[in-house]
């Protein structure tokens, strides 16, 4: 897989943003298929940093309502990257 393709977003949360600044961690919404090997491969790909470790988790979809319809959203696959000694992504430094 192409590595534009398993990573997806950047997930710019308040509790990502504190592990950023704090700990160096980067949260990522990855493809669902994709393993740690090839999440790390394209991290180091796309933004040229070294990366040290990656957890995974896949996220379960939540019941929605509304009104008397109700749904499902997605499941999905979420990636903590935590970067090689004080390396940063700059392009998320000024979120």
């Not at 710019?12 to 990522?28: N, V």
């Amino acid at each position: 897989m192409e590595p534009r393709m398993i990573i997806k977003q950047f997930l710019a949360t308040e509790k990502s943003t504190i592990a950023k600044e704090t700990e160096g961690k980067y949260a990522f919404s990855v493809d669902a298929r994709a393993n740690k090997h090839q999440i790390k491969d394209a991290i180091e790909k796309i933004f040229k940093v070294e990366v040290t470790s990656v957890r995974t988790m896949i996220m379960a979809g939540k019941l929605k309502r509304l009104g008397r319809n109700e749904g499902k959203t997605p499941i999905w696959k979420k990636a903590i990257v935590k970067l090689k000694g004080d390396a940063q992504i700059t392009e998320f430094e000024n979120l």
